[in-house]
């Protein structure tokens, strides 16, 4: 998970109906994610060929006054996928901006370090997000940057002219600072002009999340 600092109003115009932008310390964050899917279940099912695979993910964070208080959650700015059913399917449940294109993760051990890396191919050119690992997880920190990108249990977007919502249940993650990280990639043509310079500075926090089960909970309209 690699996070930049950008300009509010870089992300302003993305901001779904209703919704604040969340913040850390007054600035505004972007996240570039890699992980993977395993053993999914789409509404309790399980799809041949669609339980186990790579997913790369831009994303910003936003917050919500509800009845039960404030929700913070995200907003995804494009994910990619290895398959053309997955986005598919990803769309048509959660109104989600995926796409698809051929992917790849490698976890390689070297001496008491892990290398991670995820890669895709679009356009002619691989292109791969990469982070270096080592020792056990640990708690995340209460109040650092790692809490603030890891505690965001909804999901909202704008599609289809109305936002809808979301819920994202996993417990907390323990978490490797990461080192040696690389996100190489032709940013204007896979998220636009706008992301290039603040996509192109070393990231702001970089960390690797050990991960769990999660539950993502059917989507509603935000009344």
Same mark, same amino acid.
């Not at 919502?165 to 990461?178: G, I, N």
């Given at each position: 998970?690699?996070? /930049? ?7 302003? *115009? ?18 570039? =994610? ?29 917050? !919500? ?10 907003? %995804? ?5 290895? #398959? ?6 990803? #769309?048509?449940?959660?109104?989600? *901006? /995926?796409?698809?294109?051929?992917? +790849? !993760?490698?976890?390689?051990?070297? $001496? ?31 109040? +650092? ?7 965001? /249990? ?10 809808? &919502? /979301? $819920?994202? $249940? !996993? ?10 990280? &690389? ?10 002009? &706008? %992301?290039?310079?603040?996509?192109? @500075?070393? *990231? ?5 999340? $050990?991960?769990?089960? @999660? =539950? ?8």
């Amino acid at each position: 998970m690699l996070s /930049y600092a950008v300009d509010r109003k870089l992300l302003e *115009p993305l901001l779904p109906p209703g919704l604040q932008l969340d913040t850390f310390h007054s600035d505004t964050y972007v996240s570039v =994610v890699g992980f993977q899917f395993l053993r999914t279940r789409i509404f309790g099912m399980a799809f041949p060929f669609l339980r186990d695979f790579e997913e790369v993910n831009l994303r910003f964070y936003v917050r !919500h006054r509800a009845l039960d208080g404030w929700r913070r959650a995200v907003v %995804f700015i494009k994910e990619i996928v290895p #398959r053309r059913a997955i986005a598919i399917l990803a #769309r048509a449940f959660y109104g989600e *901006p /995926y796409s698809a294109c051929p992917m +790849s !993760h490698s976890i390689a051990a070297r $001496e008491k370090q892990l290398q991670l890396r995820y890669e895709w191919q679009r356009k002619g050119r691989t292109e791969f997000l990469s982070a270096t690992i080592e020792g056990e997880p640990a708690i995340v920190p209460a109040g +650092s940057i790692e809490e603030f990108i890891t505690e965001h /249990y909804w999901g909202y977007n704008g599609a289809r002219g109305r936002c809808t &919502q /979301y $819920e994202v $249940e !996993h417990p907390k993650w323990r978490a490797w600072c990461a080192t040696d990280t &690389q996100f190489n990639a032709n940013l204007r043509t896979l998220y636009g002009e &706008q %992301f290039v310079e603040p996509l192109s @500075v070393p *990231p702001a926090s970089a960390f690797v999340a $050990e991960g769990s089960p @999660v =539950v993502v909970r059917r989507g509603s309209a935000l009344s």
